[in-house]
């Protein structure tokens, strides 16, 4: 059984920064593309960041050179590194990945991010 489970979310003031982790078990981590997803009180659900199995990366526009997503697959691991926070940041942060070969998805249970002063 695939699990994943986000940790690191809490309150922030704005500017500051926080990192989101989330452990994977139960997939052969090393080869999985993993992805952070977010979503905010009424609005969708939307894509922060990706990673692939090779390390390539990608960001949303709003995010992109404030967050990084790193992956350590001896720790079957994926990160969100958050600087410059704002308060748009707000969400439930949840981690995603998909079975390579039946492109089957997986979330975790989410974590809360609360920028305020």
């Known amino acids: 059984q695939v699990q994943l489970v986000e940790s690191g979310g809490g309150l922030v003031q704005p500017g500051g920064s926080l990192r989101l982790s989330c452990e994977a078990s139960g997939i052969t981590f090393r080869i999985y593309a993993m992805g952070w997803y977010r979503q905010a009180p009424g609005k969708q659900r939307d894509l922060v960041a990706t990673?692939?199995?090779?390390?390539?990366?990608n960001y949303a526009d709003s995010v992109k050179g404030r967050f990084t997503i790193s992956r350590d697959n001896a720790k079957s691991t994926v990160y969100l590194q958050m600087n410059s926070l704002k308060f748009e940041d707000t969400a439930v942060y949840y981690c995603?990945?998909?079975?390579?070969?039946?492109?089957?998805?997986?979330w975790g249970q989410g974590t809360q991010v609360t920028v305020s002063s």
């Open positions: 995603n990945t998909r079975n390579p070969a039946t492109a089957n998805a997986y």
């Open positions: 990673i692939t199995s090779g390390g390539n990366t």
